[in-house]
């Protein structure tokens, strides 16, 4: 699979399967959020790996009662230290650096959960204090993401998407932005037709073995 096909057939998975995840699956999904970008490299991320029954309703009920949240075999809260960040810059680090650097992470693992045939979900809204208090989370340690992941026992449909150049402007806002982007628009269109067309189809689970096996390669 590469990046395209990822970025594409991603979906938001609120239904999962009974099924336990590898280990390492699960570590190849931290490794790969551990490689996103982050303000001058401070890599300021934390991850929880929830597997706890107990802990992940606790969690479900904080986020709003979105019991799909206990539902699934392991949950990953990602965090922000906020010391580490704002010793480097300060107050912009704290409330605006933080939350980038751990929506890169969260986006990357993500991806890797679905290229590795798991299913997640993004959820940001929950009570942050009830969130700390449930994981003992230090004074300094801001959860921002909660993401369970398991594998996917939904199909979700593609939501609707506002084109990108109705978003985009050139050189300053209003400017207008033109690209002669049909042939490569037809291109992905038909791709993503492809795609759909795969979608009907089971996800494919990957081992770890079958993983690095097509890494080497």
Known sequence: MNIFEAIFGRRSVRKFKKEEIDERLIGLM????????????????????????????????????????????????????????????????????????????????????????????????????????????PENIRPLVIIPVGYPDEKPEAPPRIPFENLTYLNKFGGKYEIEFKPLESYLREALKKLKTKEKKPVKKVSFEEFIKKLAK
């Open 30 to 137: 931290l490794f790969c959020a551990t490689q996103a970008p982050s303000a001058g490299n401070t890599q300021d991320w934390v991850f929880i790996v929830v597997k706890d029954e107990e802990i992940k309703r606790k969690l479900a009920k904080a986020a709003l009662d979105q019991d799909f949240i206990a539902e699934a075999p392991v949950v990953i809260v990602a965090c922000s230290d906020l010391k580490k960040i704002s010793l480097r810059y300060e107050e912009r680090g704290e409330r605006l650096y933080s939350a980038q650097d751990v929506a890169a992470a969260t986006q990357n693992l993500m991806l890797a959960a679905y290229a590795l045939g798991l299913g997640s979900c993004w959820v940001g809204a929950f009570d942050e204090e009830e969130v700390k208090f449930i994981l003992e989370l």
